[in-house]
């Protein structure tokens, strides 16, 4: 049974730092590619962050760009992203997401069950 539990999650200031973690089992991680994804209230869910499992290479979502980054440790099984320069319009639940697939496309199969990230002003 594939599980993905994020945390890290919590209340920030404007201009500070978070760090979410999202520990994978149930999967060979090490051939997964990651992601992360957010979803604010009311509104759709959002693209933040992946990054592949064959080459490493990362994408991000324009509207965090230079500020948040996905990295992974395979020897943990676990995907990070470090959360930099807040603003308030970070705030949403985040999410973790797994892709088993051999060749990446950028659809994932396995989903957390978030953690909140508020950012006060």
């Known amino acids: 049974q594939v599980q993905l539990v994020e945390s890290g999650g919590g209340l920030a200031q404007a201009g500070g730092s978070l760090r979410l973690s999202c520990a994978a089992s149930?999967?060979?991680?090490?051939?997964?590619?990651m992601g992360w994804f957010r979803q604010a209230p009311g509104k759709a869910r959002e693209f933040v962050a992946s990054?592949?499992?064959?080459?490493?290479?990362?994408y991000s979502g324009d509207s965090v760009k230079g500020r948040f980054t996905i990295s992974r440790d395979n020897a943990k099984n676990t995907v990070y992203l470090q959360m930099n320069s807040l603003i308030p319009e970070d705030t949403a639940i985040y999410y973790c997401?797994?892709?088993?697939?051999?060749?990446?496309?950028?659809?994932?199969?396995?989903w957390g069950q978030g953690t909140q990230v508020t950012v006060s002003s």
């Open positions: 990054i592949n499992w064959s080459d490493g290479r990362t």
């Open positions: 997401a797994a892709s088993t697939a051999v060749v990446f496309t950028g659809r994932y199969n396995y």
């Open positions: 149930g999967l060979t991680f090490s051939r997964s590619s």
